[in-house]
C-alpha cells in the first residue's frame, strides 16, 4: 500500500474560528492537494474514525461525506481509532473494492464539557465504574506500578521520556504543548495520581486529519517515490480491565506479532505515549529492542539514536486529539520519511479503557 498524502488542520487545544466540519475540509484540502488527487475524480471509497460519544450527535457519521468530498460516494465509519480506519483502507484495496482510499479522524474535546465522564462511562460498569474515582487516570497509575516492578523502571525513566519528548516537538509546528524543559524540572513536579506528575499526563487538543492511500499500481500515476506500507497488525488483549495484564501492552506485542517487527532497523518508531511511560511500555511489548529502559537512558531514542523514538515530539507535545491519536502518529511517521527515512514503525493505541493496538510497517 501506498501513502499518497496526508493533511492536518488544527493541533490547538480550542479551534474557536473552526467548527470540526471546516476543520475536516482543510485537512481533506491539503491532503488532496500534496497527493496530487481530485477526491470527485480518483477517490473510490472514503473511511471516517469517529466516535457518537465524542461527537455529542447522534449518528455523526452523517456529518463526514460533505467536507471530505465523499457526498454520493461509498462512505464507511469505524468506530475507532484512526489507524484502524487505515487496516481497513488496506483491506478495502487488497480485496479489490477500491483502488484510492481516504481515511480521515478528527476532534473537537474543547467542546466536550464532561469529558472525565465520557472517559468514566467506557469503564467496566461492575468492577471499575462504582469505584466513582476523583482522577480518571488512575487505571494509568495501577499499569504504571506493575510496569514499574516488571521492569525495573524509575520515576527518573518517565521524565527522561518526558524531556525528550517535549523538546524534540518544539521543532514542529503543530506541538501546542512542546516546552524546553529538564528532567529535574519534571521530577519536581506534584505527583497527580500515582507516580505521575501533570506533565507525565497527555493532554487533548482540537485536530482532524486526513489520509490518501492506494494501491501500488494505482500510486505510480502520482508519484515517483511513494511511501510504502508494507505490514500491519491489530489486536485486542480482552475488553475487561480486571482481566488485562497490567505492565506488559500484551495487545501491542500481539499487533506487532501481526505486523512482523521484529529483526529490522527503523529510522523512526512513533509509539504512543499519552502517558510518559507507555513509550516505555509499548517499546518493550513491540519487542524490537532488548530493554527500553537502555534505549532511554543511553541516549539511543534521541534523533540520531540507534533507535529513534518520537522524534518529533508525540503526544506529549501535540497532545490527544481523540480517535485521530493514531493518525497524529501516522502524520509523525510520513514525515520522517519524507526527511529521508528508509523505515519507520507506527504504534497505536486507544487509551485506557480499550487494550486494543495497531501496528503499521512503513518503507521508502
Excluded at 465524542?54 to 468506530?79: C, K, M, N, Q, Y
Excluded at 510518559?276 to 540520531?304: N, P
Aim: charged content about 25%; hydrophobic content about 40%; proline content about 4%.
Amino acid at each position: 500500500m501506498a501513502v499518497l498524502g496526508i493533511g492536518y488542520s488544527g493541533f490547538k487545544p480550542n479551534t474557536r474560528d473552526l467548527s470540526f466540519r471546516e476543520m475536516m475540509f482543510e485537512a481533506a484540502t491539503r491532503a488532496y492537494n500534496a497527493a496530487g488527487i481530485d477526491p470527485r475524480r480518483d477517490v473510490g471509497s472514503f473511511i471516517s474514525c469517529q466516535e457518537d460519544y465524542w461527537e455529542g450527535i447522534s449518528i455523526a457519521d452523517e456529518f463526514s461525506p460533505g467536507p471530505i468530498g465523499g457526498v454520493l460516494r461509498p462512505t464507511f465509519t469505524i468506530a475507532g481509532d484512526g489507524l484502524m480506519g487505515i487496516i481497513h483502507g488496506i483491506m478495502q484495496i487488497l480485496s479489490g473494492f477500491s483502488e484510492v482510499v481516504v481515511v480521515e479522524s478528527h476532534a473537537k474535546p474543547s467542546e466536550i464539557d464532561t469529558i472525565n465522564k465520557i472517559v468514566e462511562l467506557s469503564l467496566d460498569p461492575i468492577y471499575i465504574r462504582p469505584i466513582n474515582s476523583p482522577n480518571t487516570h488512575f487505571l494509568a497509575a495501577l499499569d504504571l506500578e506493575k510496569y514499574m516492578k516488571i521492569s525495573g523502571a524509575k520515576r527518573e525513566d518517565l521524565s527522561l521520556v518526558v524531556e525528550k519528548n517535549k523538546n524534540a516537538g518544539l521543532k514542529v509546528p503543530r506541538s501546542s504543548y512542546a516546552a524546553k524543559i529538564g528532567r529535574e524540572y519534571v521530577e519536581s513536579q506534584p505527583e497527580l495520581v500515582g507516580h505521575l506528575t501533570a506533565l507525565d499526563i497527555t493532554p487533548y487538543v482540537d485536530a482532524s486529519i486526513v489520509a490518501v492511500l492506494a494501491s501500488e499500481e494505482s500510486a505510480k500515476r502520482f508519484t515517483k517515490d511513494p511511501i510504502f506500507i508494507d505490514g500491519y497488525g491489530w489486536a485486542t488483549e480482552t475488553a475487561l480491565f480486571e482481566r488485562a495484564e497490567l505492565g506488559m501492552a500484551k495487545y501491542m506485542s500481539m499487533a506487532a506479532e501481526m505486523a512482523k517487527v521484529k529483526g529490522l532497523k527503523y529510522d523512526g518508531v512513533f509509539v504512543d505515549d499519552r502517558y510518559s511511560y507507555k513509550e516505555l511500555e509499548h517499546i518493550d511489548a513491540l519487542g524490537i529492542t532488548d530493554s527500553a529502559l537502555k534505549v532511554i537512558r543511553e541516549g539511543q531514542a534521541y534523533e540520531g539514536g540507534d533507535l529513534p523514538v518520537n522524534t518529533k515530539g508525540g503526544h506529549l507535545s501535540k497532545g490527544i486529539p481523540l480517535e485521530a491519536a493514531g493518525l497524529s502518529l501516522l502524520l509523525d511517521a510520513y514525515e520522517c520519511m519524507l526527511e529521508g527515512c528508509e523505515r519507520a514503525l507506527v504504534a497505536g493505541w486507544r487509551g485506557f479503557g480499550t487494550f486494543t493496538g495497531y501496528v503499521l510497517r512503513m518503507v521508502s
